[in-house]
């Protein structure tokens, strides 16, 4: 288990400099100042994702959002490859237009979980592995963002009529009763939405993560097993 202290002379907000000794973990998780740099550690990193998010083009460009496509949609997205590859732009393309439509809606609810880490919370990331502040907030949020934003995504999904070209394109294939259970032979609109829903949340949880990774040496440093 790793124990971290807060590097000195820290840039934190605006830039004002803050200067601080080596604390031990446990008395860095009960200080103000331990709380108030994980917050803000994390709402930089938040802010990263809403700004791929609001911008359509970022979205599609970013591999930490391709990576969370999840399975099922990745094997719909397979199969329409071979039949009508255009379809897979265009949900792509789709989804991203739900990603800026429901980017504010999950913003809110990302900073709320981040103003109301404990000292628990802290101790935890400090002694934790790299990624642990993300874990932490996806714990408290992920479900939440999935239901806040999932109507939205469909009601998105539904203007294009994204389902029923999709439909139509694998109309007579045998392969979504595999990928979807049973003998299902269509997409349940319902079932796209939430797919794209878990997309557009677990790929925000990629990028604040990776945020996390590239910059915790900044924050803090390791100081012994």
């Known amino acids: ?21 080596m604390q031990s973990c446990t008395t860095l998780a009960t200080t103000d100042l331990g709380l108030s740099i994980i917050k803000k ?9 809403v700004n791929i998010y609001s911008n359509k083009q970022a979205f599609l460009q970013n591999n930490m959002v391709d990576k969370a496509l999840p399975k099922q949609l990745r094997d719909i997205n ?7 590859p255009s379809l897979v732009a265009k949900e792509r393309e789709y989804i991203a237009d739900a990603a800026v439509y429901t980017v504010n809606i999950s913003k809110p609810i990302l900073v709320n979980a981040v103003n109301t880490l404990n000292a628990q919370d802290v101790t935890r990331i400090i002694q934790g592995e790299k990624g642990t502040a993300t874990l932490i907030l996806k714990e408290k949020t992920s479900q939440q963002l999935i239901a806040a934003i999932a109507p939205k995504v469909d009601e998105q999904l539904n203007k294009y009529g994204i389902v029923k070209s999709i439909n139509t394109a694998l109309s007579g294939s045998n392969l979504l009763g595999s990928l979807l259970g049973g003998n299902k032979t269509s997409v349940n609109a319902g079932g796209l939405s939430q797919l794209a829903s878990e997309q557009l949340v677990n790929g925000m949880f990629n990028i604040i993560e990776d945020y996390e990774q590239q910059n915790s040496k900044a924050l ?4 012994g097993k």
């Open 220 to 223: 803090l440093g390791p100081l």
């Open 78 to 84: 397979s199969m329409l490859e071979k039949v009508a």
């Open 41 to 49: 550690f994390l709402l930089n990193g938040i802010d990263k994702g």
């Open 1 to 21: 288990m790793k124990k971290y202290i807060i590097a000195a002379a820290l840039l934190i907000g605006t830039g004002a400099v803050i200067n601080t000794t």
